[in-house]
């Protein structure tokens, strides 16, 4: 689970620290490890190419598509990483609650804007579950292969996160967090805490990345379940 707080009244011993390199067989309980600002690139990616290998309807398809990178794909790859599937056949779903409805509609609309796909979707009434889904072996592969197969490993593309545009990755984080995040505040206080829980190290760390670049205050927690 990720912390997010945007105002702390805390005491703040580290301001005092002092910084030096030490080997990690050397690091003890009570340490206290700082971890460097990851580094932004100076020419943002203007697209991705996405390329294709296919047969379809008897017919032999070689190509790619170009797809923009603004804060549309970022907010899908979003979505993906926090509640998206890519199987290797080619199918690409978003599993959502059955009343959010306003889920539904940006997943089927960003999809069809961005890689024109024919969008399809699957109500299960006992379970109050919807699944988005749309069919494209290329797109189910470069999904995979940038975001991660599954929620062990999701993660943040690294073009977004090296990108300079900070719009990219708030829309990408809107979309995570509308899936697996949560906002809590105390009674009284104009001040809050957003959480984000994931079984993906790699993300969670990332997302601390994310804080450290918008001088965030963040705190990552660890629970095992039997």
């Given at each position: 689970?990720?912390?997010?707080?945007?105002?702390?009244?805390?005491?703040?011993?580290?301001?005092?620290?002092?910084?030096?390199w030490?080997?990690?067989?050397?690091?003890?309980?009570?340490?206290?490890?700082?971890?460097?600002?990851?580094?932004?690139?100076?020419?943002p990616?203007?697209?991705?190419?996405?390329?294709?290998?296919?047969?379809?309807?008897?017919?032999?398809?070689?190509?790619e598509?170009?797809?923009?990178?603004?804060?549309?794909?970022?907010?899908?790859?979003?979505?993906?990483?926090?509640?998206?599937?890519?199987?290797?056949?080619?199918?690409?779903?978003?599993?959502?609650?059955?009343?959010?409805?306003?889920?539904?509609?940006?997943?089927?609309?960003?999809?069809?804007?961005?890689?024109?796909?024919?969008?399809?979707?699957?109500?299960?009434?006992?379970?109050?579950?919807t699944?988005?889904r749309?069919?494209?072996?290329?797109?189910?592969?470069?999904?995979?292969?940038?975001?991660?197969?599954?929620?062990?490993?999701?993660?943040?593309?690294?073009?977004?996160?090296?990108?300079?545009?900070?719009?990219?990755?708030?829309?990408?984080?809107?979309?995570?967090?509308?899936?697996?995040?949560?906002?809590?505040?105390?009674?009284?206080?104009?001040?809050?805490?957003?959480?984000?829980?994931?079984?993906?190290?790699?993300?969670?760390?990332?997302?601390?990345?994310?804080?450290?670049?918008?001088?965030?205050?963040?705190?990552?927690?660890?629970?095992?379940?039997?």
């Open positions: 689970t990720c912390h997010l707080q945007h105002k702390c009244s805390a005491p703040r011993p580290y301001e005092g620290y002092r910084l030096q030490v080997p990690a067989d050397q690091v003890r309980a009570g340490d206290v490890v700082a971890f460097p600002r990851r580094a932004v690139t100076a020419t990616l203007v697209a991705v190419s996405i390329q294709f290998d296919k047969v379809l309807h008897r017919q032999h398809l070689v190509g598509h170009q797809v923009p990178v603004d804060t549309d794909l970022a907010e899908l790859l979003g979505y993906f990483i926090s509640e998206g599937n890519a199987q290797e056949r080619g199918l690409v779903g978003f599993g959502f609650h059955e009343q959010e409805q306003d889920y539904h509609r940006a997943t089927s609309e960003l999809s069809r804007r961005l890689f024109g796909v024919r969008v399809g979707r699957d109500d299960y009434g006992e379970s109050h579950a699944t988005i749309f069919n494209s072996l290329e797109i189910a592969a470069w999904l995979r292969q940038q975001a991660g197969t599954h929620a062990q490993n999701k993660r943040i593309p690294a073009f977004l996160l090296d990108d300079p545009r900070d719009e990219l990755l708030r829309a990408c984080l809107r979309g995570v967090f509308y899936g697996d995040g949560y906002y809590a505040s105390t009674p009284g206080r104009k001040s809050g805490t957003l959480s984000l829980t994931t079984t993906s190290e790699t993300l969670a760390y990332q997302v601390r990345h994310v804080c450290l670049r918008w001088d965030v205050k963040s705190a990552i927690y660890v629970r095992h379940r039997p």
